[in-house]
């Protein structure tokens, strides 16, 4: 089915930071769209604001009249959605036209020209970096991000432009749907071995995903990954770093909150950028999205206003709280390197400030295989306050609990084990100099009480 045989646009998996970027493009188009999720959230609610028909039972009669003609219809579903699911065998039996997220972005990174941001970590913020610098330039662009921009509070942007920025989602192998022009790989630290099953297996992946940028466009790779690209011969590469490659920083200084830098490049230096989210691991985020940017046609001035301007990302470093008595952050953070690079920035700032984690590990299996890498990295904190294990799509592995996290927390590192339902208590009880929520699990809901509950304190000191 092409694009301009759509007429209506199902989703099964509504409510997934990535599919509502979907959804909304196709609202704009001024399509019928629907779809299911389990549960409410303020994302879908927002989605039902602006157009969007959701429901959240698994039942084939809430499927709207025009969602049910396969001839006009697309289906687009999440793979975190279970086969059996009654919905989705319906469309199946009746021969709909379904296709994964990732397949309808492969579409449109063959009409348009695709910038995408790959890796374990650090993607969605240098896609949403990309995108801003990219919006805002005379270029301008069509952005689907993994997470609500702080500048556009969408993770959608549409434009008349001919580029799209692209956040490739190793999930599953979801990025091999793409054909990117140009594309960064921040990182390649294994990850879903549920779904992977080796190291090899994730860094092989990757592999490929290098051999279907198009000719004529470009890889930016950071330097000193374990995997081997296989770029076409007329695909350009560069590599980056935070003080070596192609394109790195010099005479970066951290004072007063503020951080800036060079932005070294073989097209042009760029002296003096600021970075408007002033986090020391987006020195690196924003050399990547400077980068590809430079590549295709930004301006030294636009490069520096765009990285000014950028305001960051919900749930990435996302400050909450900043005062010189309390500091409070949420940060999506759940892979051991993610933790790691979390809490070496907020070290780096707050170097004679007790800093408190309150952690919810993401999924068994995670927590099974990288349990040593997890404590490793808390323990560069003061204190960790580890919460029961988010499931997500998984049911229960025996004997696999946050307390293998817990137990081999290095010595000194004050530490605590809590279920989820007594958050807020313990933070009523006790007092904070730098607390930090991190996980992808849903803890974050919390995020509002816990601001408002410490603000309540601070105005009581």
Not at 307 to 336: E, N, W
Request: proline fraction near 4%; include cysteine.
């Amino acid at each position: 089915m092409e694009l301009k045989d759509i007429k209506a646009v199902y989703f099964v998996g509504a409510g997934g930071i990535g599919m509502s970027a979907i959804a909304r493009y196709f609202i704009k188009k001024g399509l019928v769209v629907a779809g299911y999720d389990k549960t409410p959230s303020d994302l879908t609610k927002r989605l039902e604001t602006e157009g969007m028909l959701i429901h959240y039972e698994e039942n084939v009669d809430e499927i709207p009249h025009e969602c049910k003609k396969k001839e006009s219809c697309l289906v687009i579903f999440t793979p975190a959605i279970p086969a059996e699911h009654k919905e989705l065998t319906f469309f199946r039996e009746n021969g709909f036209e379904i296709q994964k997220r990732a397949q309808v972005l492969g579409t449109l990174t063959k009409s348009h020209k695709g910038l995408c941001v790959a890796g374990t970590h650090g993607k969605t913020t240098t896609s949403t970096m990309c995108a801003h610098i990219m919006h805002q330039s005379h270029l301008d662009c069509n952005a689907f991000l993994g997470g609500i921009s702080k500048n556009y509070g969408t993770n959608y942007i549409l434009s008349d432009s001919d580029f799209v920025v692209i956040e490739a989602d190793e999930f599953d192998r979801s990025f091999h749907w793409l054909r990117p022009w140009m594309s960064v790989i921040t990182s390649t630290d294994p990850d879903h071995l549920d779904i992977y099953g080796t190291k090899e297996a994730y860094l092989e992946s990757f592999r490929h995903y290098t051999e279907l940028i198009q000719p004529g466009g470009a890889l930016i790779i950071h330097r000193d990954l374990e995997m081997k690209e296989n770029i076409q011969p007329d695909v350009r590469r560069y590599d980056y770093s935070l003080n070596e490659g192609d394109f790195h920083a010099e005479n970066i200084c951290i004072e007063n909150g503020e951080i800036t830098f060079d932005f070294i490049s073989p097209i042009e230096s760029i002296k003096g950028i600021q970075l408007g989210q002033p986090v020391p691991i987006n020195i690196e985020n924003g050399i990547a999205a400077m980068a590809m940017a430079q590549l295709n046609g930004c301006t030294a001035e636009e490069l520096k206003y765009g990285m000014q301007t950028y305001g960051g990302v919900d749930r990435r470093f996302d400050f909450k709280i900043k005062t010189c008595k309390m500091v409070f952050l949420s940060d999506y953070a759940h892979h051991p390197k993610e933790i790691y690079q979390s809490a070496k920035s907020i070290r780096e700032l707050y170097k004679d400030k007790h800093i408190t984690a309150i952690f919810q590990p993401h999924l068994y299996t995670r927590t099974r295989d990288f349990y040593k890498d997890f404590a490793d990295a808390l323990s560069q904190l003061d204190e960790v306050i580890l919460t029961e294990i988010y499931p997500a799509r998984e049911l229960p592995i025996e004997g696999v609990t946050s307390k293998l996290i817990y137990d081999n927390l290095k010595p000194g590192v004050k530490k605590e084990m809590i279920q989820k339902a007594d958050v807020l208590n313990y933070i009523k009880e006790h007092d904070f100099e730098v607390l930090i929520v991190l996980g992808a699990g849903d803890l974050d809901n919390q995020v509002p009480q816990i601001t408002k509950l410490l603000n309540s304190k601070l105005e009581n000191s």
